[in-house]
């Protein structure tokens, strides 16, 4: 009997630390293959977009779609779950484009965390909320505007305990610390040469 409660202890336990990595696979569909309701949903603002591409994304615990175009000079992602509902629209920025106070902790947070750390990736996340319709979110997003609902999601090649990995971070528009998942290289099913 203790053999069994220590087997389900050791399997929890393995769940656990899977929830703390990124396992994830995107790869590019057709926009037919889109689901219809979320192209519904981000037609009216592909009209005058630059380089669209559609993508189907595999993580270990869900299945999400997103499209992805440059509009008004600016790179946008807007993910939506496997049912067509909106989960966030995010745009690509850099550190000068993020309010000094919130910059700062931020780094501070990354100085504290990591013995060494390379900032490779920053969008600006604009969440859906049940608080706020999923239009006004989107239009937020266009808009590019800084609110407070605005999360920033960093990608860090840090180093921890003498070893590099990439991490992917989420902070609050306050610069406040949300979530940190360590984001595994992506699996390659073609032989590089």
């Known amino acids: 009997m203790k053999s069994y409660s220590l087997l389900t202890l050791l399997i929890l336990i393995g769940c656990f630390v ?3 990595n990124k396992y994830e696979r995107e790869y590019r569909i057709r926009k037919s293959q889109f689901p219809s309701t979320a ?3 981000i037609d009216d603002t592909l009209d005058d977009a630059k380089r669209i591409r559609f ?3 595999t993580d270990s615990t869900k299945i999400s779609y997103e499209a992805k175009f440059k509009k ?3 790179w946008y992602s807007v993910e939506f779950d496997e049912d067509g509902t909106l989960e966030d629209v995010e745009i690509l920025i850099k550190e000068v484009d993020i309010p000094s106070d ?3 902790i931020i780094l501070k947070y990354l100085d504290n965390s990591f013995t060494k750390y390379r900032i490779k990736r920053i969008q600006q996340q604009y969440p859906i909320s049940k608080e706020e319709p999923t239009e006004k979110t ?3 997003a266009f808009q590019n505007l800084i609110l407070p609902s605005i999360n920033y999601e960093f990608i ?3 180093k921890k305990d003498k070893e590099y990995f990439d991490y992917e971070l989420l902070f609050g528009s306050d610069g406040s610390f949300k979530k940190m ?3 595994l290289p992506p699996n390659y099913d073609h032989v590089l040469y």
Request: aromatic share 4%.
């Open 138 to 140: 989107i239009r937020n």
């Open 55 to 57: 993508y189907r994304e």
């Open 181 to 183: 998942r360590k984001s």
């Open 18 to 20: 899977n929830a703390q």
């Open 72 to 74: 008004d000079r600016l």
């Open 39 to 41: 192209m519904d949903l």
């Open 156 to 158: 860090v090649a840090g």
């Open 102 to 104: 919130s910059m700062k």
